[in-house]
């Protein structure tokens, strides 16, 4: 359960459909969620784990939460999970978008199959769901609001993780592009790009022991907050962008990274680390050329 900044029973008669909720971030967000009143559907490829956590969380909080064993790279398995979510109690209100793959290569090693096997998960799977809700929506003159998870890596690019920045930059474009198709019937569709958040299934795949450091997390001040996400901040921000209040806000991507995709940009970001007398030094040396420039200047 966690210490959230909303009201009790915010999300009473929501019913929501989170992509990859049995385990991580999708856990995180759907736990929320439910704390909040709201009905959860899950799903992932392996049954017994969404089962397992639809079951813990029901247990901590009393909502009701599904769990259904799907793989969203079947176009044909979606549109029938949807169906069996609409056939039990009506039509979703929401929709996360937070099932993926990714590991970390070079990307010279990788093979076509390879790069199938992450963007076939995240930008047509996250397409066919996305698409299997809208066109029930828009069927049915019925509101709704769409989050896609999606990294960092869209505004600056993947090294090493080449084919979940393409895919997930193109999840960014599907957004923006269907906040204004389907923003006359009331769909919105905003994204949010987390930074480090530790989990089992990101870090195995992304931050190996093998490359004896753990690149992912904050070390060394490469974030400017100094830290990794915390899980309620996350689950705060998936609350907001799901609850009523503030339609007007879509086809947004929101950053929640400690500022880290910041940090990294501009040729500066490494001079954080420098004490009062190098800066002082600093100061002196380019204060010095400026002297000498201005020594041989006429006018
Ligand atoms: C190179 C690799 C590889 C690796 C797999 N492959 N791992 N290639 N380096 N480390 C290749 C295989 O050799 C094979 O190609 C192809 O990928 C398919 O492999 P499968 O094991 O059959 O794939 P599959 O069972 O479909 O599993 C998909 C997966 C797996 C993406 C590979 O990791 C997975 O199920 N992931 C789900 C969970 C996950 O990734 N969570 C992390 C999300 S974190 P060949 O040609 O050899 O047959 C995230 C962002 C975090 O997205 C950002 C942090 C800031
Ligand atoms: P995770 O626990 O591995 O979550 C990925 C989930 O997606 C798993 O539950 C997995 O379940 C499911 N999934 C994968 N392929 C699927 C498929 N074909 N069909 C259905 N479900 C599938 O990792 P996470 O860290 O929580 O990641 C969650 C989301 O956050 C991802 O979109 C990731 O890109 C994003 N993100 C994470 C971080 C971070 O720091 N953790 C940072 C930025 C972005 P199955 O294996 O059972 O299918």
């Not at 009905?39 to 009701?64: L, N, P, W």
């Not at 199938?116 to 809700?133: M, P, Q, W």
């Amino acid at each position: 359960m966690y210490d959230l900044m909303f009201k009790d029973g915010l999300l009473k008669g929501k019913r929501i459909l989170v992509t990859g909720g049995g385990t991580g971030l999708g856990e995180v967000m759907t736990e929320a969620y439910a704390q909040l009143g709201a009905t959860v559907y899950i799903c992932g490829r392996r049954a017994g784990v969404v089962q397992e956590t639809a079951k813990r969380i029901s247990d901590a909080t009393g909502s009701k939460i599904v769990g259904l064993g799907c793989d969203i790279r079947v176009a044909e398995a979606v549109d029938e999970m949807i169906a069996q979510i609409w056939d039990d109690g009506g039509a979703l209100t929401g929709l996360v978008n937070n099932a993926a793959g990714n590991f970390i290569s070079r990307t010279k090693d990788l093979t076509p199959k390879g790069f199938n096997a992450i963007s076939d998960i995240v930008f047509r799977g996250t397409f066919y769901v996305t698409l299997a809700c809208g066109k029930r929506w828009i069927a049915a003159g019925q509101k709704a609001s769409v989050i896609s998870i999606l990294t960092t890596w869209i505004w600056n690019g993947g090294p090493f993780t080449v084919p979940s920045a393409m895919a997930k930059a193109g999840v960014n474009i599907m957004i923006k592009s269907l906040a204004t198709e389907w923003g006359p019937h009331g769909i919105r569709l905003n994204a949010i790009a987390p930074g480090p958040f530790p989990t089992k299934g990101a870090w195995e795949r992304l931050s190996p022991k093998a490359g004896g450091s753990s690149e992912l997390s904050e070390v060394g001040g490469r974030i400017p907050m100094g830290r990794n996400g915390e899980m309620v901040e996350l689950a705060n921000l998936a609350t907001f962008l799901m609850a009523d209040g503030c339609e007007y806000l879509t086809g947004q991507a929101i950053a929640i990274d400690g500022a880290g995709h910041l940090g990294g940009s501009g040729n500066f970001s490494g001079l954080a680390a420098l004490g009062d007398a190098q800066w002082e030094a600093i100061s002196r040396e380019i204060r010095a050329a400026n002297d000498k420039d201005k020594a041989k200047r006429t006018s």
